[in-house]
């Protein structure tokens, strides 16, 4: 059976990214975005609770979000989990989650998200189609013919 990879995550950059550039002449950005809920909890005092989240974009990704993506900028990722593992410095063996985006649109007015206000308004990892998008007739408006025969004005 066939399983689904995907996430949607609506947040705040914790930082501005961290860049790197690797031998293969690709470039990682990495960062945090944080999001967060409020609810009241059974004895009804408000309750917000954040999550933090790894994010991961690559090269053409990677170029925006080093030009675009500020401290504190709203940004919307979609992406896919992944879990790695590694060996600390300290030689113990450690594991955790990230997203690997695959797509990211920055929210917010474009001076939220920019220093000069030039915010790209989106970006993907590769172009994807659009659907075709069809729109339906206007239905014609029905008029009753103009008759004074009865109480009614319906045709049958």
Avoid: C
């Amino acid at each position: 059976m066939a399983g689904v990879n995907k996430v949607i995550l609506l947040g705040n950059l914790g930082s501005d990214p961290e860049i790197r550039s690797l031998p293969s002449g690709s470039k990682v950005a990495s960062f945090s975005i944080a999001t967060s809920e409020a609810y009241n909890n059974k004895d009804g005092q408000r309750v917000e609770q954040t999550e933090w989240h790894r994010i991961e974009l690559w090269d053409n990704l990677a170029n925006i979000a080093e030009q675009y993506l500020r401290k504190g900028n709203s940004v919307y990722v979609e992406g896919k989990i992944r879990t790695e593992e590694w060996v600390d410095k300290e030689g113990i063996s450690r594991k955790g989650t990230k997203i690997r985006g695959t797509s990211m649109t920055l929210v917010g007015s474009k001076n939220d998200n920019s220093e000069g206000g030039n915010a790209a308004p989106q970006a993907a990892a590769a172009p994807r189609p659009m659907p075709a998008q069809t729109v339906a007739p206007p239905a014609p408006e029905f008029e009753a013919p103009a008759s004074g025969g009865g109480e009614d004005d319906l045709p049958f």
